[in-house]
């Protein structure tokens, strides 16, 4: 399903909610050692995106937040994540999924963990950069040579027993609070995925409650709209449902 809405849209932050930044002169953050989780939310949808421009804004100052003029994204039930980087690798992977088993890893995990960034004072909104590590669920010995060239082509590399691809991923967050109608005919998931952002090694604590800032989303052309294509992106439901055994 295809759909086009022009709009002006205004992501108001609220101060319950852990989301896009612009510092106000108080303490949002402070030292912490080991990590903690603080961002949750479910992914229900995804799409791929044309024509997108985001500023955030506070009082007469603006800034440009920087993301793909197209691109891809995550629909969650708090928050838009903008991917940055790593769309062409988690599109790449959802094609080569229907021809070798794939899985994140062979623990029980029930989210995706991404780690947050750590804000510099000049940083307009969240954002997140990992890595994510994909395997071929399949024994070693029934990879076929024409099988390693075709996985050597999209990037995977033997490892031990395995063959594995590493996937750098980045992106934004931005708050969906108030603008639930642009999504009203989103094609959603299966099933919704876990995401989680957590902050590690003496880096952040935040305090939601000293951030403030409003992010608006408009055409990146003026004269054209916004364009949103649902996709399906199957990766996501390989780190809730890893295999029981090789």
Not at 50 to 76: M, R
Not at 131 to 157: M, R, S, Y
Not at 188 to 201: A, Q, R, S
Request: neutral net charge; contains cysteine.
């Amino acid at each position: 399903m295809r759909f086009v809405k022009t709009v002006l849209l205004s992501f108001v932050f609220l101060t319950s909610g852990c989301t896009a930044l612009l510092w106000n002169g108080n303490e949002v953050v402070k030292h912490r050692y080991g990590y903690s989780t603080v961002i949750e939310d479910k992914v229900t949808a995804a799409f791929q995106y044309k024509n997108l421009s985001v500023t955030a804004l506070q009082g007469t100052s603006s800034i440009k937040v920087a993301i793909p003029e197209n691109g891809v994204a995550f629909l969650g039930k708090k928050n838009v994540y903008i991917l940055t980087s790593g769309a062409n690798d988690l599109l790449a992977l959802d094609k080569i999924s229907t021809q070798y088993p794939l899985v994140s890893g062979f623990e029980k995990k029930d989210a995706l963990r991404l780690e947050l960034k750590k804000p510099d004072n000049d940083d307009a909104v969240l954002s997140f950069s990992d890595e994510l590590f994909v395997f071929v669920n399949q024994h070693i010995k029934t990879i076929t040579d024409h099988d390693v060239e075709t996985l050597k082509q999209a990037g995977f590399q033997r490892k031990g027993e395995d063959y594995v691809k590493r996937i750098s991923l980045a992106g934004v967050i931005l708050p969906r609070e108030k603008n639930n109608s642009l999504f009203n005919d989103m094609t959603l998931l299966d099933k919704p995925h876990k995401v989680e952002f957590y902050v590690d090694n003496d880096s952040t604590e935040f305090h939601p409650v000293n951030l403030v800032t409003n992010v608006v989303l408009t055409p990146f052309a003026a004269a054209a709209d916004i364009v949103f294509f649902p996709i399906s992106i199957r990766v996501l439901g390989l780190i809730t449902n890893p295999p029981t055994g090789r």
